[in-house]
Structures are given as C-alpha cells and as structure tokens.
C-alpha cells in the first residue's frame, strides 16, 4: 500500500494533464481522447456528457474541493461548466444519465447547488407516460424509451431521487411506472432488457436488471410505493437465478446469451460485475428488505465483493481479463466500490476492503503513464492490432474519473472511513447517509 503523498500526487497529475486539454467553443469542452501527433478540432456530440463530456469534470472538482480551495483555473471552468450546461438545458431532449439531462443535473447540483431544477425540469417537461425517448440509436432507426441506468429510465429515476427538489416525485413515478410496465417475468422474478427489441441480455448493473432493480428500490423507499420495492425485489431474484453463488461469492454472465463479441464471460467491473451489481443489494437495504432467495441482501453485497477480491484484479491475468483502469470498466470503478464498501460496513471490514481498494490504487500508480506531455493512462484492447489504445480524458474511461479516484483514496487514508463522500446518482444509497456531501 503507497502512501496517501503517492496516490494524491497521482490523482492532482492526472488531473493537470486533463485540465491541459480542456477548449473553449461556445464554453469548455475536451476531446474524449488524445492521439499522438494528431489533434481534435471541433467537440464531439457528447460534448456535455457526464460519460465523456465535460459534466463528468464536476465530479472531480467536487472531490478536489473536499481536501483543498480550488484554484483560479479550476474556478473558472466550473463557471464555464455550469453556464454552459444551465444555458444548453432548455434545448437538451436526450434525458439519460451518462449522455443527458440527468448526467447535466448531477453536474450542476454539485457544482452550483440549486441550479440541477433547469435540467429537472426539462425532464419532467419531456417525461411522457412510457418514459423518455432516447436520441442515442441504440436500437437503430426507434427512439422508443431505453430502461437502463446508463442510457435509461433507471439512471433517470436514479437522479430525480437523489437530487430531490419539486420535479423529483414526478419524474421518478412516471419513470418507476413505466418500467414497471416493460417489466419481463421469468420463471425467477422480472427482468429488463435494454430496449423494448432487445433480445440478449446484460443483466448486470449498468445495462441490466441489477440496475433497473436498484433504481426501483431506492424510488420505492423514497416514494413509500412497495409496488416498486415489490418489483426491485423480483428483479434481483431473477438476477440470483441467473447468476452464480459458489466459492462463497456472487458473479453473473456478462452477457445471455454468450456474446458473439471475444469477451470474457465473467468480468468484475462497476459495468458488467459485481461491483456494480453489489450496489442492487445496498439498494434494497435502503428499502428496507432483507432477504432475496433465501439469502439476505447483506450477505449478497458482501458475496459480490468476495468474488471481486478473489478474481486476481487489478492483474492482467490474461488478454482481455483486465485491460482497462476507468471507472466504468476498470480499476478505478472496482475501487471506488470498495471504498464505498469500506465506509457503509464499519470497523469490522473496513481495514479488509481498504485494503484492497489501496491495491487498485497502487496498479493505477504503477501503470501511469508519466513523461513531458503529462500523468495519464493507456488501456489495452487485445483485439486491435496494436493494442495500446490512446490516453482518455474523462470521467467514465479516462483520466479525469482515475484522479478523482485516487484523490478520494488518498483522503481516505488519511482520515479513515469517516471521509465525506462526494456521492452521485448511481451509488448514494451504498455509503452512510452522515457522509453524503449532498445530504440534506
């Protein structure tokens, strides 16, 4: 384990060489990655996104803010972050989490607390009784209502409760309503797919069941609607039934069936693993349920960990096993989920699973890329010739997520599991609600 200097001064590189990418057109912007000897001139579509985008550097500057005052450079792209996104909100009609309106609230509530009600309130002017239509093409040619956390309805319901607020009670009934409607019974529970034609499945938690579950609960609780909870609590029944619970852990396939792409069946990540479907079972304590299949929630959040702790991550083990450091898909994700873990189970864990996120942090230290141009990372994708991908900026699969990461370990050993926690829409419920920065 690296001192908290090591993981700090990392964390505060990485996010030096983030800030060095940031451009100005019509307010900030960064290219999503950065190619040697090339240049992007123009912002992506997803300029404002939380996935890519700028709204993704206001998690950073929020944990940047727990430890030290922001600089002038740092105060004036929050400016520039919430202008621009406060400005863009009244024309946005992509509501999602990562690509959207809700990814723009969570953004500006941490930012400029207050301001997230322009984007709220768009999406509860666009809400219709089947949800919200994506413009994201994920079923090409419909933009009928996705129901996942990343591109859906439960990353939407996840963000109406935890920013509250007068538009919170109806954006969060018509989305819960209306995954209860698409709601797929199997012979375990109740099962989500992506999209109304989706015909596989990734039942874990950021395009899957684990995730429409935890939205679920976590609005059922909120709303005192047990329909909700009732149905969150069939999700992961169906999710149990799916998934495995030897060696005394809990894993669940990537994707069913199999995917046809070269992916590992079974991977351990915030995405597609336990470490994000570990957050399903943290939800439905927030809920107040016990038990799901015979096993309590408790022991199935603790299960999840145990298979992440056994796995061999953060070591590349094999080409494609572990290949990416991001939030999303990699190092950082697997130990922010760790840290959240330490802090939400007490005395008794917290030195086990501190540890363990300290692991991730000392292979993010270990792989960073540090020369003349700056501090940052290059996953691999063992199918591309060559496999070095170029360094990302930003929150979900770069540079900008890794150092909030590393900036939030660093705090942590420093004071120990009662380290505020810059919380967010997808893991609120996972952490002591004494903690939440955006507690009430």
Known sequence: MLTSEMYRRTGEAAWD???DQVREDDGPWLPDSVLEGGSVTAPAKDRDSLYAGIAGLAPVLAEIGRYRQLTARERSLATGIVSRLSDQAGRRIEPSLCDGLAGDALALKLLAPGRESVALR????LARPEGWRTTLDFEPGSDAPLNDVIMGTAGVVMTAIWAGGEFAETIATTGGEALLRVAERTE??????IGASTAWRAPNYSHGTAGV???LAVAGATLRRPDFVEAAV???RHVVSVGSLEDGGFIVPHTIPPST??????????CHGPAGTSHLFAALAYAGVEEVAGHTVEELRRRCLTSILTSGVPRRLRPGFWDNDGRCCGTAGVGDVLLDAAQYFGPAAAETY???AARMGDALVERAVVDGAGTRWRFLEHRKDPPLLPPGTAWMQGAAGIAAYLLRLARFVDTGPGAAVVDRPDQWWAVPSSLR???A
């Open 213 to 215: 579950a935890a939205a």
């Open 122 to 125: 768009r999406l509860a002017e």
């Open 261 to 270: 792409r070269e992916v590992e069946p079974v991977t351990y990540t915030w």
């Open 234 to 236: 069939e999700g992961a």
């Open 354 to 356: 501190l540890r363990a």
């Open 188 to 193: 375990a529970g109740l099962d989500w797919g």
């Open 437 to 439: 920065v955006t507690a």
């Open 17 to 19: 060489w983030v800030l």
